[in-house]
Nanobody, 125 residues
């Protein structure tokens, strides 16, 4: 199974930007999603990108602030987070799932089959 590893600086101030990386151990042809889980809360969808990298979807809470990109050669998906807020504080996870279509973006947590270990993001006010 392909291993996923998230990385990114963990502690920032409100208004700062941060880029998280999701690196796969080998070439993947899967849709990728980012989720987050704050303390005491359920894991929630943040953003997803299609297998082709051409289609993305964002939760309303991050729309306009977060963006996604996919570097096929580096087997890496990046989550660019701008204008961070304290409520963005959470453990962020990336995950992959197979889709038949190159265009499908998956936002359901239970549809993802392969998960990274997560990386803590803390946004101070």
């Amino acid at each position: 199974q392909v291993q996923l590893e998230e990385s990114g600086v963990g502690l920032v101030q409100a208004g700062d930007s941060l880029r998280l990386s999701c690196a796969a151990s080998s070439r993947t042809h899967y849709a990728v999603g980012w989720f987050r889980q704050a303390t005491g809360k359920e894991r929630e969808f943040v953003a997803g990108i299609s297998k082709s990298g051409r289609f993305t979807k964002f939760d309303d809470s991050v729309k306009g602030r977060f963006s996604l990109s996919r570097d096929t050669w580096r087997n890496t998906v990046y989550l660019q987070m701008n204008s961070l807020k304290p409520e963005d504080t959470a453990v962020y996870y990336c995950a992959t799932t197979w889709t038949q279509s190159q265009m499908t973006v998956v936002d359901g947590l239970n549809e993802y089959t392969n998960w990274g270990q997560g990386t803590q993001v803390t946004v101070s006010s």
